[in-house]
């Protein structure tokens, strides 16, 4: 079956439990915020792409609130797509100890434009598990994923994250790219003002495969470390090319803790530690 909720003009749709996106199998599920003063409060857990495919669109000032959201949730076929656009738009989620999943055990795809915001208390997890698939885009002046806790791409399963023309991720704890054994994380930023921030570390091959790659002016910093090829089993390598292009640690940048990693820094690309580069 096919549903359809859209939220205009101001109007506002409040849930207790879900609401669940495409529930059943072979199902679709669509909900549209649209317009300033427009909302969806959610007190619960928010799926989009239960096992089937969903769709979140939130634009032209629309918001939501939930407590915790996942996206391509119970299946591997699950499929979930959320957007959100423009200045005003904004996603938050709001539970202390829940999350934002994107991909959690299929295929999931957030994206983040045009002035955008996305705000989560604690962590995101784009890949979450082994047959989990996300994909994050970060597009724009003033488009911005803010995290309390980890930014964690490819926890067990694969995701992507981009951003570029000026848009940011920033994490109140670490960034981790390629976090289990078997994942795999790739980050890729680029173009002036795009900007990847950690206030502790970031891991790039924790025990699974990570890629950064930081170009045409983009930057990736880090308060603490950067470490690349953390644990044993861990590979990672950090790409730094263009003018402009930097990688920042405010203390270490260790390549090659226990695991394989590749630093390379070419055409004007600068890395900048605070105290070595092990």
Known sequence: GEATLNITNGGEAIFTNGPYLAAGVG?????????????????GLVTIGDLGAGVLTISDGGTASVRSMSVGTFDKTAQGTVTVSGAGSALTV???????????????????????????????????????????????????????????????????????????????????????SGSSGTATISESGSKLTSVNDIVVGERGSGTLTVTGGGEAAASIDVVIGDEASGSGTVTVSGSGSKLTAGENITVGNQGAATLTVSDGGAVDSGTNVI
Do not use: C, M, W, Y
């Not at 909900?31 to 969806?40: H, P, W, Y």
């Not at 989560?120 to 911005?144: D, E, L, M, Q, Y």
């Open 94 to 180: 709001f539970g202390a100890t829940s999350k934002l999943d994107v991909g959690s055990t299929g295929i999931g795809t957030l994206s983040i434009s045009e002035g955008g915001n996305v705000a989560v208390a604690a962590s995101t997890f784009v890949g979450r598990n082994p047959s989990g698939s996300g994909t994050v885009t970060i597009a724009g002046n003033g488009s911005k994923l803010t995290t309390g806790e980890d930014i964690n791409v490819g926890h067990f399963g694969a995701g992507t994250l981009t951003i570029t023309g000026g848009g940011e991720a920033a994490s109140g704890q670490n960034v981790v790219l390629g976090n289990f």
């Open 27 to 43: 199902t679709t599920g669509t909900i549209t915020i649209s317009g300033s003063g427009s909302k969806l409060t959610a007190a």
